[in-house]
């Protein structure tokens, strides 16, 4: 054996807690504490370790990369299996992911550290309450646990990072020590609570728990990493005592027996660690196999132990000045890197002789079947069957073979048991919105805050790469990374606007930003770079305004509702018994009056009040050309044209409806109250007043619609009402600042929630379907779930979404709930564009997760209850899917085609082929029916 | 963890007159998109003494900000000379580039600067009324001294999501 300790391998002399060798064996990691309580990780060049030649060449890196990231000493580090991924744990709570970086060395700035390689985390894992002291990969790299001082051990889901798999409860005390099962049948941990416990995959129940040889143990170490052997074995506990001896305790995975122990270490036992190769002596006859392990302890030593021999193959004595805190075994060259709170490495090399043999990976693998069977071996993921489902019916294969066809899409046939491999960014991937894309727009956009400073859009370099495989081998050579610099001439371009926007900075936070509260949240500056528009009261709006304001000018529109009326102020008003804010008068208002065939132009209002004779003036405009004018008997608060309709609102509350000429058409007609939110469209006009009260009328018929509902209810508990909007059909819609959207029902007489920002399912991103970035038109639902969006930019339901991530079953029910509510919405909207949208988006998600009962209803519905097997005596008119059925109809569209074009999702799961065969027979007669 | 590092900062028009404006082309990176923007400030330390005679030369907001890698130039006017103590005028200062968020500030990058003049006559007799116009400002760009302070990145934790309209 030989023994090296490289005294290059520091941190500035500050305590290592951690130290893991990478599966290739080509560098290795340490971690512990950095500068100022601060958390460090370091990745060294292995060539140096191994071989004295590459240490004395200068040419040749050590240290090849440092992430300071941490904000607290880091206590574990673990390379993935496949080597991609290193996850990171510390003081602070967190767990990162980390994963090389195309980007190159990045020194942190200013710092004199040299870094020959980029990592770069990928992921950053909050669940943890408190230090995370330990974390293992599960074999197939499938899950990450990690423990800590919480009690707790997370199951962490490696396909998508933050999706916590099984919280494991159970320990009361802190969990120092984690290890997974070889086999990926159990995950085992041991705690200050004086127990270890093995924790079943399968259900993420407890298996058992071992309490009585740690008894007398004492929580005198800072970690408790507690190893399983390669072959499934056993598993090797760190403190435990016997006969008042510390030792490691030999647990066997039999029936969790513990008769042995090594003994031998003074102090108490901090760490264990085997290695991942099955060992065998060469050349011998019968060649039966055995795993090495190796202890640390707090009497400083280290011990290696080989499972053949009844006494230990070395014990190193006071190999540090302090306690040793981890260790890692080179996976092929028989070396064994230990780490300790002195701030030092150590590095033993073993022979053949002394060590053994490594197994093949094969013979391993076959060993580990010999023992505990094929199936035992596949990697178990949730929610998939054990055992691989069969085809049943050849119309199934054909069809899942033109689906794989048509898109690489549709997730991997489940109970294959092949582990997904992690997700990666892929290439083409669409930079994030709002920055330029691609080159060309090398220069960042300036504009101006309303207190004068400035704001700078930055130019976009790159967004974060990463690399799939870490690049083969780094050279020497590779130039260093920045430094500060003299540069001759800026690279980035320089644009400036005139434009004056609102920085996004909160105004509770910080004193800084003068801006005026503005309702919503502006939107990025993507917008802010429109072309200056009309009129100076516009341009001081947020860029919410700006937008629309340059689109009345540019595009023949419809009659969009101008401006936002000024925001409301709740709380002053609701004092007085208002529960809106009423529409003030405003000096100037305007309106365009759209072209209705070429003998009636685009007319251009215009009001007016308190101008040269103290009078209120009407004017109307066709281009620069005066058409007409009249006087209204006091100031206008609000301004629309609808149906060849001008409609005034005036401050004494009556509504003003005047034809195309200036004629009045009808008599001033009083406001059910103050006006506080007004809203055109189509025939249809919307009025809210300050009560919260909503009438509608048709302007063409005279007619009322809606006669003074009441809405105050839905503006309870300190909600606003922050947009009213009709449909095409002429029926109102509230928007409420909770970030839901209310229709107004006729039938029903009251208020249908139709988009809810909230809903916990919303945040679920994926479950969206692709919905166009500007909606339409027809696109009811699209253009109240942006505007409900625009309310919450920040934290869109954030909080119930995560605590459904917990749970995936949770999360699944949740986004099904969500489009149910979504397909529910666009029918009551009658928006048959995206009913069918949404249904396809709940086909999907309901097929994906293999929800049988629901699906079925779901096909049932759309056949219509001729074709199911449903008694015909339930009354489905009376169903919401009948709805949705003639809504269909409307648009020439047979409620068997969408049925159609939805029925190829459920091949994607076999468990659902029984219902696919079912439904598409009946679909295949209806088409048959059809077509006679 | 901080979500913003900066990973570099190149000084532009260094050295430079007295009167030319401060530029700083400022690489950075943000791990994951801001909902709020960054406050940039450029600070001048008018004299070592005191902080009273520290400029803020500009502060500007840089938003949106996606996640990935930016770059922008950032440039002040130079430092208001009726500010500066007499003895201060000639010699080695500190300009600073700090970064705040949500009024939090996250990092600190200080610069030596010295002024000097540039006739060698002057550089031998310095005039008792320091001459602005003639003097040379020389940032020492190599070895910037970067400070870097822990602060809440509003990280939205279950159960206390922001409640802002």
């Given at each position: 054996m030989k023994l090296l300790k490289p005294s290059w391998v520091s941190h500035e002399k500050r305590s290592l807690f951690c130290v893991d060798i990478h599966p290739d064996g080509t560098r290795f990691a340490t971690g512990g504490q950095g500068q100022d309580r601060t958390g460090t990780i370091a990745l060294w060049n292995m060539a140096p370790v191994e071989s004295e030649r590459a240490e004395r060449d200068s040419s040749v890196p050590r240290q090849l990369c440092r992430m300071d990231d941490h904000l607290g000493c880091v206590n574990c580090l673990r390379w993935s299996a496949s080597g991609r991924h290193l996850a990171s744990g510390g003081d602070d709570k967190l767990v990162m992911v980390w994963q090389h970086s195309k980007t190159g060395g990045s020194a942190p700035f200013g710092s004199r550290q040299v870094a020959v390689e980029g990592w770069r985390a990928v992921a950053t894992l909050r669940g943890h309450d408190g230090d995370v002291i330990d974390l293992a990969w599960s074999p197939q790299d499938a899950f990450l646990a990690t423990c800590s001082v919480d009690n707790l051990v997370l199951v962490w889901d490696a396909a998508r990072w933050g999706d916590i798999v099984a919280r494991l409860k159970g320990h009361t005390g802190l969990v120092k020590g984690v290890d997974w099962d070889p086999i990926g049948k159990y995950l085992c941990s041991q705690s200050d609570d004086r127990t270890l416990r093995v924790w079943r995959t399968a259900d993420w129940a407890p298996e058992t728990e071992v309490t009585e040889p740690f008894r007398q143990t004492g929580g005198t170490t800072a970690v408790l990493r507690c190893s399983w052997s390669p072959d499934g074995k056993y598993i090797v506990s760190a403190h435990a005592m016997n006969n008042g001896g510390p030792t490691a305790l030999i647990i066997d995975r039999g029936d969790w027996t513990a008769d042995m122990d090594f003994v031998g270490h003074k102090k108490a036992i901090t760490c264990a660690r085997f290695s991942s190769a099955m060992l065998q002596r060469p050349g011998e006859g019968r060649r039966a196999p055995y795993c090495a392990c190796a202890l640390g302890s707090r009497d400083h030593g280290v011990s290696v132990w080989l499972t053949c021999r009844k006494r230990p193959l070395v014990v190193v004595h006071e190999l540090f000045d302090d306690s040793v805190m981890d260790l890692s075994w080179h996976p092929g060259r028989r070396l064994l890197i230990a780490c300790s709170k002195d701030g030092t490495v150590a590095a033993m090399s073993f022979t053949v002789e002394e060590l053994g043999e490594a197994m093949s990976t094969d013979e391993r693998t076959a060993l580990r079947e010999k023992l505990y069977g094929r199936a035992a071996l596949l990697s178990r993921r949730p929610g998939q069957q054990a055992a691989p489902q069969l085809i049943e019916s050849p119309l199934l294969l054909s069809v899942r073979e033109q689906a794989e066809k048509q898109s690489p899409r549709p997730a991997a046939p489940p109970g294959q048991g092949i582990s997904q491999p992690p997700r990666q960014p892929a290439a083409g991937e669409p930079a994030p919105p709002g920055t330029p894309s691609g080159g060309g727009a090398r220069k960042q956009i300036e504009c101006r805050t309303p207190d004068g400073k400035r704001r700078i859009t930055p130019m976009f370099v790159s967004s974060q790469e990463v690399t799939p495989d870490l690049a083969s081998r780094f050279s020497g050579s590779e130039e260093l990374p920045f430094t500060s610099s003299t540069g001759a001439a800026a690279t980035v371009e320089v644009e400036r606007l005139d434009t004056v926007v609102t920085p996004q900075v909160s105004e509770s936070r910080s004193q800084l930003s003068a801006a005026p509260a503005v309702e919503a949240t502006p939107p990025p500056p993507a917008a802010v770079a429109a072309p200056e528009a009309a009129s100076i009261a516009v341009k001081r709006r947020a860029s919410t305004d700006l937008r629309v304001a340059s689109k009345r000018i540019h595009t023949s529109p419809p009659p969009a509702p101008p401006p936002?009326?000024?925001?409301?102020?709740?709380a002053t008003y609701t004092a007085s018994g208002a529960i809106v804010a009423p529409l003030a008068a405003a000096g100037r208002l305007t309106a365009v009056l759209p072209a209705a065939g070429p003998e009636l132009p685009e007319l251009q209002l215009e009001a007016e009040h308190g101008g040269a004779a103290g009078l209120h003036v009407l004017t109307c405009r066709q281009g620069t050309e005066f058409r007409w004018r009249t006087v209204l008997s006091s100031p206008a608060v609000a301004l629309r044209c609808c149906e060849e309709r001008c409609l005034a609102w005036t401050a004494d509350g009556s509504l003003i409806c005047l034809s195309r000429a200036g004629r009045l058409l009808l008599p001033p007609l009083a406001m059910p109250g103050p006006v506080a939110r007004v809203a055109a469209r189509g025939r249809h006009v919307l009025v809210v007043t300050c009560a919260a009260e909503v009438s509608t009328w048709d302007v063409r018929a005279a007619?009322?619609?809606?006669?003074?509902?009441?809405?105050?209810q839905l503006l309870r508990g300190g909600a606003r009402l922050t947009g009213c909007t009709l449909t095409e059909d002429g029926r109102p819609v509230l928007v409420v600042s909770t970030g839901r959207a209310y229709l107004y029902s006729e039938t029903m007489a009251g208020w249908q929630l139709v988009t809810d920002g909230r809903a916990p399912g919303a945040a679920l991103s994926e479950v969206q379907p692709q919905l166009p970035a500007a909606p339409a038109s027809g696109q009811a639902l699209a253009v109240l779930m942006a505007q409900v969006r625009r309310l919450r930019p920040a934290a869109p339901a954030a909080a119930p979404a995560l605590a459904a991530a917990a749970d995936p079953q949770l999360a699944a029910d949740a986004a099904a709930a969500f489009l149910d509510s979504q397909v529910a919405a666009a029918v009551a909207l009658g928006s048959p564009g995206e009913y069918s949208l949404w249904l396809a988006a709940l086909f999907r998600q309901l097929a994906s997760c293999g929800d049988e009962p629901r699906l079925r209803d779901l096909c049932e519905r759309l056949l219509g209850p001729a074709h199911s097997g449903a008694s015909l005596s339930a009354s489905p008119t009376a169903e919401l899917g009948l709805d949705g059925r003639t809504l269909l109809k409307e648009v020439g569209k047979e409620y068997w085609t969408l049925l159609k074009e939805l029925l190829p999702l459920l091949v994607s799961h076999l468990s659902l082929q029984r219902l696919y065969t079912e439904i598409k027979d009946q679909l295949d007669c209806v088409e048959l029916a059809d077509s006679i | 963890m901080a979500k913003v590092h900066i990973t570099n900062v190149s000084l532009l028009d260094n050295p430079a007159p007295y009167f030319s404006p401060f530029k700083f082309e400022i690489t950075f990176e943000a791990i994951e998109p801001l909902p709020e923007d960054l406050e940039w400030k450029i600070i001048y330390v008018g004299s070592a003494e005191s902080e009273e005679h520290d400029q803020v030369l500009d502060t500007v907001f840089v938003g949106p900000v996606p996640e990935g890698r930016h770059m922008f130039v950032f440039d002040a006017p130079h430092p208001d000379t009726a500010r500066i103590p007499v003895q201060d005028a000639l010699g080695v200062t500190v300009v600073l580039l700090t970064c705040s968020y949500r009024a939090q500030e996250f990092v600190r990058v200080g610069y030596y600067v010295n002024n000097d003049y540039t006739d060698p006559e002057l550089k031998e007799n310095p005039p008792e009324m320091p001459q602005f116009d003639k003097m040379q400002r020389n940032i020492l760009a190599s070895s910037p001294r970067v400070t870097r302070f822990k602060i809440e990145w509003g990280d939205v934790k279950p159960g206390q999501a922001s409640d802002r309209p």
């Open positions: 936002a009326p000024p925001p409301a102020v709740s007619a009322a619609r809606v006669r003074r509902e009441p809405a105050a | -």
